[in-house]
């Protein structure tokens, strides 16, 4: 329940709720735990290995880290094995076993000392996940760990007896670091939040050996992070919360500013670049932003002042000018911009009006939304931080950034710039702001797509910009025509699409002076093997099919080889069946120019062109300067030589195998054990250009049947006359068996010899 008590014009409820919510946000609580628990063997069994006896012996752990493997870690959605950044051996749970009965309840045990710890009051799950095992040098580089179960939101990791020295983790959040350590001889757990950072160091000497759970909570309740975890943290996003379920109308604060602690500089402001309880409340905000329908921004804010002030020159009269002070380092630029002729700086005498203006808006990302837009004073939750005397500015008072905490529904209202000519708003910062404003809106929406207001929002401020551009603004003669740029269109235009709003995606089409870039048809796919986006979404699909058909036709040759089965041909089957739906005929040109630009570009960079060499036999060198290597260097460029034979001792033709397979040399070199020192045989071959020829037939094949998922008559109305040549080039010949009539592309014209080397292992009909 909000109250809004006005007490000596300092209106209380939210406002001061708010303000008092966010002071107490000190730092974060414990991010991460660890401790001793009792001695109980788990009683491990591993197979093809058996039961692992306490004390741990050198010999059985040797045994399993022979069953172990290579710790993966993930990237985005990759899983990685590079032991540059994980070096680790580990075992998964199907190849152990804990055969000790009340090893579960221990491990709900250890659970609830975690969950105290971390404090989380919801019953905790632990979920087994790998054995681990960290030799000399074995370490883990900082990473978070990703949720690898629903509703994980901590990882646990269970000490096993094991002598080792190093292998601490050493773990960072919000700018704190802990450093905790599994116990050498008995048994212990550490645990962690998954977003918190954290390293495993190298182990110096012995073994690190350890079991990993994923801690769980229902998943159907708010996943615990190490940001939430506090009392304060929990008050903060109550009054938050009760903040923003009031009325839009009844709202006593439209949207707040709380004053930063530190000094930042107006080029590097982002959520990174915060310190200390700054990034925690900042970062804290940004999670309850996950949750909550708001939206958080940094401020730099400029104080603007006016008054009279003193020329220094001989003729001194007192004139009326406006300065503009920033605090700390602006203030410098204020100096140096306002000095006279003779060096003194013309200081205010009186100051009659001090208004604040917010210089820059930016993203949590740093990304800039707004320049130059006005700050109410009212709407600063601690207004007097940011009125001190201007002495102070000297002192370096540091308070002239700011977190913005704007609720959604009040976005558009709140980055709303005035259209008028006023105070320092020219009309060229104005429109500046739109497209930045409109390319922020527009991105937002790609996380929030159901947000009608926000959609409202930019549909109304794309027309003013729009309908400006072509008309100027009211009252103005010479319209400044904005051009919002191309990036900012894209992204409008996938905002109209995820919005599912034809006129919308039409209007934003039309604004498109140029093709799209690649990156749109990426963002199409992905959208659409999302579920979130399908062709029939754009009823109006015929208002982009110009404008796609261009973009991919200019686009096709560049057509990444790997991207054709995960993207463009299901693009084309969905086009198909959007065609279909809507009784289009594929053979539209537009559409056939996609279908056949992407189909074309298929055969020639996915299957490409038959792999030849020239019977060259000049090979390249190998890499080593001794005697035998420059005898096998010679042999290998010479092009006359096939064959070369080297008798020399085992040692040396064992160093000369060694670099022939180092550097790749397409030859086969053998041992012909006959006479002494027996003879190394290098015979120049053309294996690679085999394999090559090989992986080539098995595209092909591949092409064909992928082709031949099209429907003939359809494939005919794409390629046209170029149907047979193209089909040829993937080995699906005329019924008849007999060769199109023509030169085939790709086919050597002059008969040539042929080499059991050049036989096409897939399709037989060929050469
Ligand atoms: O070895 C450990 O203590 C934990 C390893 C780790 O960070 C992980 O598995 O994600
Ligand atoms: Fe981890």
Not at 315 to 338: C, D, H, M, P, Q
Request: with cysteine; net charge neutral; aromatic share 8%.
């Amino acid at each position: 329940m909000a109250t809004s008590t006005v007490d000596g014009g300092e209106p209380l409820g939210i406002k001061k709720e708010l303000r008092e919510a966010l002071d107490a946000i000190v730092s974060s609580g414990t991010f991460a735990s660890q401790g001793r628990l009792p001695h109980v063997d788990p009683q491990i069994k591993v197979q093809d290995v058996g039961a692992i006896s306490l004390p741990l012996q050198e010999s059985q752990l040797r045994q399993m880290m022979k069953q172990a493997h290579q710790a993966p870690y993930g990237k985005g959605s990759e899983t990685l094995v590079d032991t540059a950044v994980r070096n680790t051996l580990e075992l998964n749970p199907g190849q152990f076993e804990l055969s000790n009965p009340n090893w579960d309840n221990y491990i709900k045990r250890a659970c609830t000392c975690v969950a105290r710890d971390l404090g989380v009051d919801s019953p905790v799950s632990a979920e087994l996940y790998k054995m681990l095992i960290y030799e000399k040098g074995a370490m883990f580089k900082p990473h978070t760990d990703t949720e690898k179960a629903p509703g994980m939101f901590a990882t646990l990791v269970i000490g096993l007896p094991s002598p080792f020295e190093g292998g601490e983790v050493a773990v960072k959040h919000q700018g704190k670091k802990m450093t905790l350590t599994t116990l050498q001889h008995g048994f212990s757990y550490v645990s962690w939040y998954s977003d918190v950072v954290h390293e495993i160091l190298a182990v110096r000497s012995g073994y690190r050996w350890v079991l990993t759970y994923n801690l769980c909570i229902d998943p159907s309740r708010p996943c615990p992070t190490a940001c939430l975890l506090t009392d304060e943290a929990r008050h903060l996003h109550r009054i938050l919360k009760t903040w923003l379920n009031q009325n839009t109308p009844e709202r006593e604060l439209s949207h707040a500013y709380y004053r930063l602690d530190h000094e930042y500089t107006k080029a590097n402001i982002s959520l990174n670049a915060l310190k200390g309880r700054d990034l925690a409340s900042v970062h804290l905000l940004k999670e309850i932003s996950n949750d909550l329908n708001m939206e958080i921004f940094l401020a730099v804010i400029a104080k603007g002042q006016m008054g009279p002030c003193r020329y220094e020159e001989p003729y001194s009269r007192k004139s009326y000018r406006s300065s503009r002070s920033y605090f700390n380092i602006y203030l410098e630029n204020y100096n140096a911009g306002y000095r006279g002729r003779s060096g003194a700086i013309h200081a205010l005498e009186q100051i009659i009006n001090t208004s604040y203006e917010v210089d820059t808006l930016v993203g949590l990302d740093g990304c800039e939304v707004m320049e130059s837009m006005p700050l109410k004073n009212d709407n600063v939750l601690q207004m007097k931080c940011f009125d001190v005397d201007p002495q102070e500015d000297y002192m370096g008072y540091q308070g002239n950034f700011a977190v913005v905490i704007v609720p959604r529904d009040s976005i558009a209202h709140f980055l709303k710039v005035p259209t008028e000519r006023s105070g320092p708003y020219t009309e060229s910062t104005c429109q500046g702001n739109k497209a930045l404003i409109i390319g922020y809106l527009a991105k937002s929406l790609a996380h929030t797509p159901d947000d009608q207001f926000l959609i409202k929002t930019l549909k109304d401020l794309c027309q003013e910009v729009w309908t400006m551009s072509e008309t100027g603004p009211p009252g103005s003669s010479r319209p400044p025509r904005v051009v919002l740029p191309e990036a900012v269109i894209t992204k409008v235009l996938q905002a109209a699409i995820i919005s599912k709003d034809p006129d919308f995606v039409k209007d934003a089409v039309g604004r498109l002076e140029r093709n799209l870039s690649p990156d749109f048809f990426t963002w199409v796919q992905e959208q659409t093997a999302a579920g979130l986006i399908t062709f029939d979404t754009i009823k109006d699909f015929g208002s982009i099919v110009g404008i796609l058909s261009r973009t991919i036709c200019s686009h096709a040759p560049a057509m990444e080889a790997s991207d054709f089965h995960s993207l463009w041909l299901p693009f084309l089957h969905h086009l198909v069946r959007f065609c279909e739906a809507n009784s289009i005929p594929t053979s539209t040109p537009d559409y056939q120019r996609i279908f056949a630009a992407i189909l074309k570009a298929y055969i020639n960079n996915y299957v490409g062109e038959r792999p030849s060499h020239d019977g060259n036999y000049v090979r390249p060198t190998v890499g080593h300067g001794c005697a035998d290597c420059i005898s096998l260097n010679r042999f290998l460029s010479d092009p006359a030589q096939t064959v070369g034979r080297f008798s020399v001792n085992q040692k040396r033709r064992h160093h000369l195998h060694l670099r022939l397979d180092a550097a790749k040399i397409d030859c086969t070199h053998e041992t012909e054990r006959i006479g002494s020192p027996q003879t190394l045989v290098v015979t120049k071959s053309f294996r690679r250009h085999e394999r090559d020829l090989a992986a080539w037939g098995k595209r092909k094949a591949e092409a064909r049947v992928k082709l031949l998922d099209f429907n003939k008559r359809d494939l005919t109305g794409w390629f046209g006359e170029e149907y047979e040549g193209l089909m040829g080039r993937v080995g699906h010949g005329p019924s008849s068996g007999r060769r199109p009539a023509g030169p085939v592309p790709n086919r050597p014209t002059r008969p040539r010899k042929r080499k059991a080397a050049d036989i096409d292992v897939v399709d037989l009909r060929d050469d």
